[in-house]
């Protein structure tokens, strides 16, 4: 509305720098907004970030624990009642799968670090957290990269700017369904058949 406007008083007083004017909102900005205002196409060029923003009220807190794996190369885990808190056990490398003519990632793979890489054309075998067994054949795949281990920092910390290309860069990578806001699609992740048989035997001898 306010580039409407802008954009007529320019027209009726010759003044067509009018319509080129920056506008800036600031107040109670919130992410909810946000994607309010995105939706009904608003001409907005600048926000004020203020508290609502900096501190993510729906997350004031973000909840980290380090929790034990192994120890000296013997795999171990954490039992809970609340299967979210249980643990996968061993040192892990994480993959991401592109499957035939997929354009963006299919699913990531959790394994044993010690385990032969997924190949590319070759079938492999997963497990996923419904305990199904399933085989897929990658066209793609990517070992993600680990971020720390065993208290050293393994990546060069980017700067702002590449911070945020690197996000964007890597939220147009996967489809629409997935990153969106209401209902959003889970994102598959599945076991290694040897992380999942290794799970399942360190559960059976820790209930024994």
Do not use: W
Request: aromatic content about 10%; glycine content about 6%; overall charge neutral.
């Amino acid at each position: 509305a306010a580039r409407k406007i802008f954009t007529e008083v320019g027209e009726r007083y010759n003044k067509p720098y009018f319509k080129d004017f920056t506008i800036m909102a600031s107040n109670e900005i919130h992410e909810d907004l946000l994607y309010d205002l995105q939706k009904r196409g608003h001409e907005i060029d600048n926000f004020g970030i203020g508290t609502n923003l900096i501190t993510c009220l729906k997350q004031p807190a973000l909840g980290m624990v380090y929790k034990l794996v192994s120890i000296n190369g013997t795999p171990r885990i954490k039992l809970s009642e609340d299967i979210e808190k249980v643990t996968l056990p061993g040192l892990k490398s994480i993959y991401r799968v592109y499957l035939e003519d997929a354009k963006k990632p299919s699913f990531d793979v959790i394994a044993l670090r010690d385990e032969e890489t997924p190949k590319e054309g070759k079938a492999v075998e997963v497990v996923s957290k419904e305990k199904k067994k399933l085989s897929f054949t990658p066209e793609h795949v990517e070992l993600l990269n680990p971020l720390a281990f065993d208290g050293k920092v393994l990546f060069k910390p980017l700067g702002v700017k590449e911070g945020r290309e690197l996000i964007f860069d890597q939220l147009d990578n996967f489809e629409p369904a997935i990153i969106q806001k209401e209902n959003p699609t889970a994102y598959p992740v599945y076991y290694s058949v040897k992380l999942y048989a290794l799970l399942d035997d360190l559960i059976k001898r820790a209930k024994s």
